[in-house]
């Protein structure tokens, strides 16, 4: 559509895998790019993939992190938990957002002592 059609907008509103796909495909296209539902906070905040034509309409996962941080920070200090498991799925947004809550609850203050 973008080649033969003129197609000068695409609203991508798929999940972080096809969010990169479809950057690389646009990286050299003269349209614009909304990304809508995509969360990793990797595909807007990393340098490396910078766009002046893609943007980012949807919350990141970095939002839900913060919150996250904030609010599992002073559970486990009034609590004394130390200790912290996690499960998220494996891809861009899951990484992310475990890497980032766990900054984020150290930042907070609480001292964590293991992180599996």
């Known amino acids: 559509m973008m080649n033969r059609e003129g ?8 999940a972080s895998a096809v969010a990169f796909a479809v950057r690389e495909v646009i990286r050299d296209l003269p349209v614009l790019c909304m990304h809508t539902g995509t969360k990793a906070s990797s595909l807007a905040a990393d340098p490396k993939r910078y766009l002046k034509t893609a943007f980012r309409a949807c919350r990141q996962g970095i939002h839900d992190a913060v919150a ?20 998220s799925p494996d891809y ?25």
């Open 92 to 116: 861009a947004v899951g990484r992310d957002k475990i890497a980032q809550f766990l900054e984020l609850l150290k930042r907070f203050g609480n001292p964590i002592a293991e992180a599996q």
């Open 68 to 87: 996250g941080g904030v609010y599992a920070s002073k559970l486990s200090t009034q609590r004394g938990l130390k200790r912290w498991v996690t499960c």
């Open 7 to 14: 197609c000068g907008i695409i609203l991508d509103g798929e």
